[in-house]
């Protein structure tokens, strides 16, 4: 075999050795009952049919890969935000061994995450052992300041009760009586992440907040960014800004140094998040702000119960997005934006406007998480781009209308397309049907690519075949800056590619762009 301890192959020169060649032609051929060559053509020709879309369209009861991750994940994100809280999901080892390689996949630092250990006698008979159990260890293993608990299909399906499993498990002194247990059900069955982070900040806020005296501080806000793959980039843009602007507010569910710890010598399961002191006083805020909206419907309609003023955007990326976020921030500090952010403002108009040529009539396939998707098509309006496909396999109704209005409201939206609750199969029907010059998404469009020849800029959760890309913001004038950068990048190389051959694709002297 090639592979030897002188001669260490990566696994993409490794299985194309003609040993491994040979071994994967004799499977395919014993085990895998292929039909003939012909037959599959002509069934791949007939999937990028008008016909063929309509049936694709039309599915029901199939989902083939959808662009959505279940509500544990959702949970495990927003517990990762807050002071040396443990993530504790009441289910089996395997479902949180998927949240936790998601998450670090993505990226690229551990991501810490307990289970309950549920197996097949607590599907018959109750987990409340396993919680008994789970958070005395927990608490003595791993010395936290909170405990977050989050539920997975099992033990939403069988019916465990968390608050009376937790009272319980405080009872038989697996945790101090006074040591904070917030929870949440995170049924995985329905919903998505966006849900379960929603209901687990709503959930952390409600334990420190309910029965409590609101004493309201005039001028202080809440920021709540939702669940955001970007956030390490995006939290510390938006803190700039509004550092810059001079505002007092409180960052709920801050992951961003959690998921970029330094590599000096010292190794933290713990970093950074919001401390639990500010959640609690985060109670007499003026007004809380979501920076995503279909992120956040429970939490702002919680805020909103306890007497705070509440708005929410989607994904304040671009020019107008993120004059809409700091005017409002403005206008509840009461507070004069600087002229440094102003200055800021201009270079990003300035920089659309010198590759207005390069971006004007440019079609895009746009998928991801409903905000995500909103933001990035008010985005490409704003360059003369067309947002021709729109997809949120975790979109509603509401959300579908909504992105249809802003759509209607430019030029650049009229032949836009919504689709709500499809997935990436029918993506690629789209692609073939209707194509465009870019799509836009995260690294599952891999494979979109290769096969409608579709350039791929991944700039959403979840990242992971390239690095580092969650280091650098995309909210903010900044952060539209480096997604400006990154679309002409994509452009420039397609470009390059296809003027490669000298007298024959490449007539000019194109240095200069």
Not at 335 to 350: N, S
Request: proline share 4%.
């Amino acid at each position: 075999m090639p592979q030897s301890a002188e001669k260490v192959l990566d696994h993409a020169p490794l299985f194309r050795e003609s040993e491994y060649r040979q071994m994967l032609a004799a499977k395919r051929l014993n085990f895998e009952c292929p039909h003939p060559d012909q037959v599959v053509t002509d069934q791949r020709e007939f999937t990028k049919t008008w016909e063929y879309r309509e049936k694709n369209l039309a599915r029901e009861a199939l989902v083939v890969n959808p662009a959505k991750a279940c509500q544990p994940l959702g949970a495990v994100f927003a517990a990762a935000g807050f002071e040396r809280t443990m993530s504790f999901v009441h289910g089996s080892q395997g479902c949180v061994a998927y949240y936790r390689s998601h998450l670090s996949r993505h990226f690229k630092e551990p991501a810490s995450a307990v289970s309950s250990s549920m197996t097949e006698d607590a599907a018959v008979f109750g987990g409340l052992k396993n919680m008994v159990d789970g958070l005395a260890n927990t608490y003595q293993l791993y010395d936290p300041k909170m405990i977050a608990v989050s539920t997975t299909c099992m033990a939403e399906v069988i019916g465990d009760d968390l608050h009376s499993f937790i009272e319980n498990a405080k009872d038989e002194g697996s945790v101090p009586r006074d040591f904070d247990v917030p929870f949440a059900h995170t049924p995985a069955f329905v919903g998505s992440h966006v849900d379960g982070y929603d209901v687990t900040v709503k959930g952390i806020l409600e334990h420190f907040w309910k029965g409590e005296e609101r004493t309201e501080a005039e001028g202080i806000i809440n920021i709540i960014p939702g669940f955001d793959g970007f956030c390490v980039g995006n939290n510390r843009e938006l803190k700039r800004l509004l550092d810059l602007i001079g505002v007092s507010y409180t960052f709920i569910q801050d992951a961003s140094d959690q998921f970029d710890t330094p590599s000096d010598g010292e190794y933290r399961m713990y970093d950074g998040g919001t401390k639990i002191e500010d959640v609690r006083k985060a109670l007499n805020a003026e007004a809380t702000l979501s920076l995503q909206h279909y992120n956040t419907r429970k939490t702002l309609e919680y805020c909103e119960g306890v007497g705070q003023a509440t708005a929410s955007f989607h994904y304040p990326l671009g020019v107008q997005a993120t004059d809409d976020f700091l005017m409002e921030v403005s206008a509840i500090c009461r507070k004069q934006i600087p002229e440094a952010i102003r200055l800021e403002r201009g270079r990003l108009v300035d920089a659309m406007a010198d590759s207005q040529s390069w971006l004007h009539g440019k079609k895009y396939a746009i998928y991801g998480d409903p905000d995500f998707v909103y933001g990035m098509a008010r985005f490409i309006m704003e360059t003369g781009g067309e947002p021709t496909h729109c997809l949120a396999t975790n979109g509603t109704s509401v959300w579908e209308t909504e992105l249809k209005e802003l759509l209607a409201s430019s030029p650049f939206g009229k032949d836009a397309q919504v689709w709500a609750g499809k997935d990436l199969w029918a993506m690629r029907s789209l692609l073939f049907t209707e194509p465009v010059d870019l799509l836009i998404g995260n690294s599952y469009g891999k494979y979109l690519e290769r096969d409608t020849g579709t350039p791929l800029i991944r700039l959403t959760f979840p990242i992971f075949d390239r690095h580092h890309h969650h280091r650098f913001a995309l909210m903010g004038y900044q952060g539209g800056l480096r997604v400006l950068t990154t679309i002409l990048d994509k452009i420039f190389d397609k470009l390059d590619r296809e003027t490669s051959e000298t007298g024959e694709t490449d007539y000019s002297y194109d240095l200069t762009r």
